[in-house]
């Protein structure tokens, strides 16, 4: 069974993501990825990666990542948040950081936390641990 990650990033850290996705491309290119629509896209156009890409986030990206995630669809989120910029679309942002805990799913919301899952996901399919 493949591994499906989903990424997502605010227009402050999309830079960030995009760097993130490349220093574990060896790692990203054995999972299913799935985005919302600017993030899929940069991260594809940077690494030759191969991204699902959903709606940009204010047009329901998030929601759509949300649904899948509430169906078993998605294993984990990497979601680089921007906590100082407002978000038009806080309840969705809200509503898929809540899916992720009422479903168990690993969730990181910055840098540093996304390493972390990144680095126990290479080892699991390096070693199989």
């Not at 989903?6 to 799935?34: F, N």
């Not at 991204?51 to 929601?63: F, K, Q």
């Amino acid at each position: 069974m493949t591994t499906r990650v989903a990424l997502i990033a605010h227009d402050h850290k999309k830079d960030d993501i995009v760097q993130l996705s490349g220093e574990y491309a060896s790692t990203l290119a054995r999972c299913e990825l799935l985005a919302t629509g600017t993030t899929g896209s940069r991260i594809a156009a940077a690494h030759g990666l191969t991204v699902e890409r959903m709606l940009s986030g204010p047009h329901g990206g998030d929601l759509q990542i949300g649904a899948q995630l509430a169906e078993g669809k998605v294993d984990m989120v990497i979601f680089l948040r921007d906590p100082m910029t407002p978000q038009p679309h806080e309840p969705d942002i809200n509503a898929l950081v809540r899916a992720c805990d009422v479903h168990n799913i690993p969730c990181a919301t910055n840098i540093s936390t996304a390493r972390m899952i990144l680095d126990v996901l290479t080892l699991r399919l390096t070693q199989k641990i």
